[in-house]
Structures are given as structure tokens and as C-alpha cells.
């Protein structure tokens, strides 16, 4: 086998190997600290410095969009002004392996002045980060993955791996949604799925073709070529009847004979599938779908009242 890839395997057997340890060591203190930040009325403020950095604004930031506040500055940036961030109340999270980096632990006093409890992410109870902290989260590990042992490789591992559950714990107890989470993910294609409704895209007033069922042939043909939504509605005092679209023309026309003379109640097709305003706009793309003979328009009626019609081309760029 290639060098490079047994090397590779090694890292991926390595990290897998302590993580397992970690999680097998688990206990009530990941509980109590899941409570003590549900419960809190301040924000969770992450710690930490150099690689441990780097994995803190991670989790803050994870946590920051499933609805925990949170916020990171980086420990050296602390020690020059940044710790004005911090309020009574707030929750600080250390993230320190050794618990003794210099960074961190000059700035817990000054912590402890403002009124935040502190919880440590350590891999060292008995260090300084471990003696100050209200709770210990324990991140120790045997061995890094590093050739050398060296370098913070499954120590930040690990790291990241108990924010990511400490994440998924809270956004369970706080009956997280999806559409939660894509309130704080706008501009993403998640938010624009999960955010977007019927009424948001659905054709309406001017644009929507709406006809009624003794109207002739020859006016509901000018009214698909006109309006374009490739088919027209068919309603009585604005209740939906039926539809027509450019498939029931088609049919219609096998009867060549007949097909001037008729009206748009004899073409069209009665209690047609339709979806209301207020539903999420994927939900109707994957009624569209989700038929056996794919359908391409849907009205749109609020309260047995037809207010518009809604198309796949509107839908298609929510995939």
C-alpha cells in the first residue's frame, strides 16, 4: 500500500480510536453543562488560543445557528480590552488541552470580577483552567495523531466533536426545527426552502388566469397565449371548479369537430389538485413530483377562495 495512504489510515484509526475513549467517558457533567446553558439568560462566550482558537470560533459559531447566543474572542485579544465583551450572567467556555496556557489563565480572574461562570474544555483537571472552572468537561486524550505527537491533531479533534455535541444536545432540548434553523441561514438554499412560502412566489391579481366555465374555447385559449402560466383556472364567485392546462387543450383537440363549439366547462378538468398560500413552497414542488403523471401548475385557494396560481419554473431553483 502507498505510504501516503497507510499514513492516512493511521490518522483516520488514531483519532477514531480516541474519540471513542472520550465518548465512553462521558458523564453528568456534559448533562449539567447542556442545563447550565438552557438556563442561562446570558450568552456563551468560547475562549481559547492558537489551534484551540480556531476550533472555539468553530463551535460558537455552530452553536450561534441552532439558537444558543454565543460569541468567541480569542484569549490574547482578551487580555487587551476584548473581555469588555463578557457581562455578568454570561457563560465563558475555555477550550485549553494543557488547562495552563498563559493566554487563559490570566484572564480568569478578571472573569470571575465580571460574574461569569466558567466552564473548561481540559484535558488536565488539576491545572489552572481545571481549579478555576465551575464545571470540567474532560477532552484528554492519550495520544495526539501527530508522527511526532506533536502538533494539536486529535486533541482538536476531540474538541470540535464535544462542541458539536454540546450543539446537538441543545438544539434537542430546545425542540430545534429546521425552520428555526433557517431563520438564522437566509441568504443559504436551506432558508430559501424552508423559509420561501406559497405566497411568496405564487402568480396573483393581474397575473392570474381565471376564467369561468361557460366561457367559449376561443377566450380560454387567448387567456393561456395572454397570461402565459400554462393553464387557466376555472372558478364560480371565486371558488375553484377546475382547471384547464395546456395537456386538457391538447385531448380536447382529438375531437376536431367538436372543438369550437366547446366551453371551458367541457374541457376542463374538474376538482382540480390544489395548495394554499401559507404552506412551504418545497411542499408544493414535491406535490408536483410527487404524482404519478407530474403535474406543472397548482392554484392556490385560501379559505375555498382562489387567489392564485403557482408554477414548477417558480419552484425548480429550491433543489
Do not use: W
Not at 461562570?117 to 486524550?141: M, P, V
Not at 395548495?275 to 392556490?300: D, F, G, N, W
Amino acid at each position: 500500500m502507498d505510504k501516503s495512504l497507510t499514513e492516512a489510515k493511521r490518522v483516520f484509526e488514531a483519532e477514531i480510536e480516541e474519540l471513542v475513549k472520550v465518548k465512553d467517558r462521558l458523564d453528568e457533567n456534559f448533562s449539567k453543562m447542556v442545563d447550565m446553558i438552557y438556563e442561562s439568560s446570558g450568552k456563551v462566550v468560547i475562549t481559547g488560543i492558537g489551534k484551540s482558537g480556531h476550533i472555539g470560533k468553530k463551535i460558537s459559531a455552530t452553536l450561534a445557528s441552532t439558537g444558543t447566543n454565543s460569541v468567541f474572542i480569542n484569549a490574547a485579544e482578551a487580555l487587551h480590552g476584548d473581555l469588555g465583551v463578557i457581562k455578568k450572567g454570561d457563560i465563558v467556555l475555555a477550550i485549553s488541552n494543557s488547562g495552563n496556557s498563559d493566554e487563559i489563565s490570566n484572564i480568569l480572574p478578571s472573569v470571575r470580577r465580571i460574574g461569569a461562570d466558567i466552564i473548561a474544555f481540559t484535558g488536565n483537571k488539576i491545572s489552572a483552567l481545571g481549579k478555576e472552572a465551575d464545571l470540567i468537561i474532560n477532552i484528554a486524550i492519550d495520544k495526539e495523531a501527530c508522527p511526532m505527537g506533536l502538533a494539536p491533531m486529535t486533541s482538536a479533534t476531540v474538541t470540535l466533536v464535544m462542541g458539536d455535541a454540546l450543539a446537538a444536545a441543545l438544539m434537542q432540548k430546545r425542540d430545534f426545527k429546521p425552520e428555526n434553523y433557517a431563520v438564522y441561514h437566509p441568504g443559504g438554499s436551506l432558508g430559501r426552502r424552508l423559509l420561501l412560502k406559497v405566497k411568496d412566489l405564487m402568480h396573483k391579481n393581474d397575473e392570474l388566469p381565471k376564467l369561468t366555465k361557460d366561457t367559449h374555447i376561443d377566450t380560454v385559449l387567448m387567456e393561456l397565449t395572454k397570461k402565459k402560466m400554462g393553464a387557466v383556472c376555472i372558478a364560480e364567485d371565486d371558488r375553484l371548479i377546475g382547471i384547464i392546462t395546456e395537456g386538457d387543450i391538447r385531448r380536447a383537440l382529438t375531437h376536431k369537430e367538436k372543438f369550437f363549439d366547446y366551453t371551458a366547462e367541457d374541457v376542463m378538468t374538474k376538482n382540480p389538485v390544489y395548495v394554499t398560500p401559507e404552506i412551504q413552497a418545497i411542499e408544493a414542488l414535491e406535490k408536483m413530483e410527487a404524482r404519478e403523471s407530474q403535474i406543472t401548475v397548482l392554484p392556490v385557494v385560501d379559505n375555498d377562495k382562489l387567489v392564485g396560481i403557482i408554477r414548477i419554473h417558480d419552484l425548480l431553483n429550491l433543489r
